[in-house]
């Protein structure tokens, strides 16, 4: 089976602070996604990258950036959070198929 | 530029009620079409897909079909149950001319609770 795990399933930081959100698979797919989920808006995508050191912007990548040294990590970091980042990020990564792999999630309060 | 919208929830069934949570999608190219699943703290999980017009997905008891003349794809289950109870996002995978580049387009999501 795909596993998908995330650094942190619960994560409080303060305004201004630099977070990290670690996400790593370990099925040596090329694709990686950096998704937010929110009430009422389903699934945003944040980055996606498809190899190493590759990285895309989604649909949402004001304030946000990515960073993908190596195929099974795939790292997005707030440089400054925001109140407004309050938010759950989902990682997925998919292979040669179109299907994506979730990991379970890191709800991120930022106070 | 593509878009997928589903049925407003939430969506309150009693066991072993039929389901049924529309969906429908615009899009440029020939999308792969698919019903995720995200049960309570958990993330999101592929319930089933279909990649081609006239193609049925079915998994655990649900299905969808593809339908490109009314550009829809509605999740169907003919008897519910409690630990159905999740949140239903239905996505499109346009891949167009950038094979390789796949992205995701989610609706806003269904959540569906079943009452025993």
């Known amino acids: 089976d795909v596993k998908v795990t995330q650094s942190s399933r619960y994560l409080v930081k303060r305004t201004g602070e630099k977070v990290f959100l670690e996400c790593v698979q370990d099925m040596d797919h090329e694709n990686m996604f950096w998704y937010r989920q929110d009430p009422g808006l389903g699934l945003r995508l944040i980055y996606f990258s498809y190899d190493v050191k590759m990285k895309e912007k989604g649909d949402i990548p004001e304030g946000y950036s990515v960073s993908r040294e190596k195929k099974e990590r795939f790292s997005l970091i707030l440089e400054s959070a925001s109140t407004n980042q309050t938010s759950m990020y989902l990682c997925?990564?998919?292979?040669?198929?179109?299907?994506?792999?979730f990991g379970p999630g890191t709800r991120l309060t930022v106070l | 530029g593509d878009s997928v919208t589903q049925m407003e929830g939430p969506v309150t069934l009693s066991e072993e009620a039929f389901l049924t949570i529309n969906c429908t999608y615009t899009?440029?190219?020939?999308?792969?079409l698919f019903w995720y699943v995200q049960y309570p703290g958990e993330g999101l999980q592929l319930l089933l897909k279909?990649?081609?017009?006239?193609d049925k997905g079915s998994n655990k008891g649900f299905e969808a079909t593809y339908r490109k003349e009314t550009t829809s794809f509605h999740l169907e289950k003919g008897s519910v149950q409690v630990s159905d109870s999740a949140v239903y996002f239905c996505a499109l995978s346009d891949r167009g001319s950038n094979f390789g580049n796949e992205k995701l387009t989610f609706g806003t999501g269904t959540r569906l609770t079943i009452i025993p």
């Open positions: 997925a990564s998919m292979g040669s198929t179109d299907t994506q792999y």
């Open positions: 279909a990649t081609k017009a006239d």
């Open positions: 899009a440029t190219g020939y999308p792969s």
